[in-house]
Structure formats: structure tokens, C-alpha cells
């Protein structure tokens, strides 16, 4: 299996538009692992390729990673940078499974969202603690709090545990808590370092998460330019066994 991270930005990006703070002032000048664009991850499963999430630079992402083949889409959410670019679909030449919550699916219908992908996307209903079951392996959807309905999804193949916990907030039910006990991989979205309210689980959260919950290995995206530079985080996390800051291309092989 091959977890191959398109984006790791949050909501706005690094660099932000029109920001002149030091982390996006940087990014300008230096590119590299400090540029992030908005978060989307794309799972290759035992025959079947999926993709989580379709922020607004989709289109870009998936010609700068080389992505050719995607049989389905899960969609975690209803905000902008997670849904936005789903439009863009409807230029795919294959059709794709478009794999979410059904509320989740009406409300992305009522805002307009899926209006473009009708001819190419067919909706597979997902409902939360219930396994999607594929040959070879399965897929968990699991609901988390944020501001909105979210969902995270643990995915089992070929002997793992992975969870992605999606924009969850620190505040994780105990069924997230449970599902996630001794998973292989944590990928958590953290947009802050230290901070964020309660809509979103920050870094130093997500390594309590981790450490409390017997994760063996742990990978942190969607940072915001308000967290540390990509440099500065790899090395406040380096302290930790196992903990990885995600960037713009980052494959990592299961
Ligand atoms: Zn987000
Ligand atoms: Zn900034
Ligand atoms: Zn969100």
C-alpha cells in the first residue's frame, strides 16, 4: 500500500494569499518543503486508488505528483478546502466512485458542490462505524468533531491499521478513540502548533494522541502558516519516536 500526500496545506495555503508573515514571507522566497497547497492525500489500495479530499489546487496537485488513475473519492467534509475542486472532475475521463456520508452528500448537492460531476461521479452512501468492504480490503468511515459534519476513515489492508482522522477537533469521541488504539499509522490534520480552539487537534495534541493510544507511527498534515515552518516543526518533532511532518509529494510505502 502507498500513502502518497498531494498537499499538506490548511485552509488558506502557504504561502497564504496577500500574507506577510514571517512563515509565508519565507516560503516565497525559499519554495521547497515550505510551500504547501491545500490538503489532499491519495491512498493506493490493493487495486483501487483513492482519493481523500479535492481542495481547489486539485487540478494542480494531481499533474505535479503524476497522478493518473483514481477510482474513487472520499470526502471528508463540506468546507472549501476540502471540497472546492470536486468541480474539476467533471473533465475526468474515467468515472469515478464518489465515496461519503449520505447527509453529507445531500447538503454538497443543496450548495452546488456535486452539480458538475453529475455525468462522472456516482455516489456510494457511507455510513459512520459501518465497513465499506472491498476484496482485499476495508475502509471505516467515523464521524469527528468539528464545526461542521466530518468524517475520518480507518482503512485496513494487507495487515494494517491506518486512520486518518480528518479536521477532527482535540475533543475525539471515544468510539475515534477506540478505533484508533494501536493503529499502524496516525494521520492527523493539525493546522496549529500549540493553539486552534476546539474545531481542530494541534501538534502538540496529536503526539499526547499518539503516545496515550499506543500509535506506532504518526504523520502530521494540513499545517497552516501559522504553525512552524516545515524545517522548524521536523525538528521540534524529531524528540519523538516515529512522528513525521508530511510535505507537498511525500509518499510513504506500507
Ligand atoms: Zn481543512
Ligand atoms: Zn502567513
Ligand atoms: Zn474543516
Excluded at 191 to 215: M, Q
Aim: proline residues 4%; glycine residues 8%; negative net charge.
Amino acid at each position: 500500500m502507498r500513502i502518497h500526500f498531494l498537499g499538506t496545506g490548511a485552509a488558506e495555503g502557504i504561502p497564504a494569499i496577500n500574507c506577510q508573515c514571517n512563515h509565508c514571507v519565507r516560503a516565497r522566497a525559499e519554495g521547497g518543503k515550505l510551500v504547501r497547497r491545500r490538503s489532499a492525500i491519495l491512498f493506493s489500495l490493493p487495486g483501487y486508488e483513492l482519493l481523500v479530499d479535492t481542495p481547489p489546487d486539485i487540478k494542480t496537485l494531481l499533474r505535479l505528483n503524476g497522478v493518473q488513475a483514481i477510482d474513487g473519492i472520499f470526502l471528508t467534509h463540506e468546507h472549501y478546502d476540502h471540497v472546492s475542486g470536486l468541480a474539476e472532475f467533471a473533465y475526468w475521463e474515467c468515472k469515478v466512485d464518489l465515496l461519503m456520508e449520505r447527509n453529507l452528500y445531500d447538503r454538497l448537492q443543496q450548495q452546488g458542490v456535486t452539480t458538475r460531476v453529475q455525468e462522472t461521479a456516482f455516489h456510494m452512501a457511507c455510513r459512520p462505524g459501518v465497513a465499506l468492504r472491498f476484496d482485499g480490503f476495508f475502509l471505516v468511515p467515523f464521524a469527528v468533531r468539528h464545526t461542521v459534519p466530518c468524517f475520518g476513515l480507518a482503512i485496513y489492508a494487507e495487515d494494517r491499521k491506518i486512520i486518518f482522522a480528518a479536521d477532527t477537533s482535540a475533543e475525539l469521541t471515544h468510539y475515534a478513540r477506540r478505533l484508533t488504539q494501536g493503529a499502524d499509522l496516525l494521520i492527523v490534520n493539525t493546522p496549529f502548533f500549540d493553539e486552534g480552539g476546539n474545531d481542530h487537534l494541534n501538534v502538540v495534541g496529536a503526539i499526547r494522541w499518539k503516545e496515550t493510544l499506543d500509535i506506532k507511527g504518526m504523520v502530521l498534515t494540513h499545517i497552516n502558516h501559522h504553525n512552524l515552518p516545515h524545517d522548524d516543526l521536523e525538528r521540534y518533532v524529531s524528540r519523538f519516536e516515529n512522528v513525521q511532518v508530511a510535505y507537498d509529494g511525500l509518499t510513504i510505502e506500507m
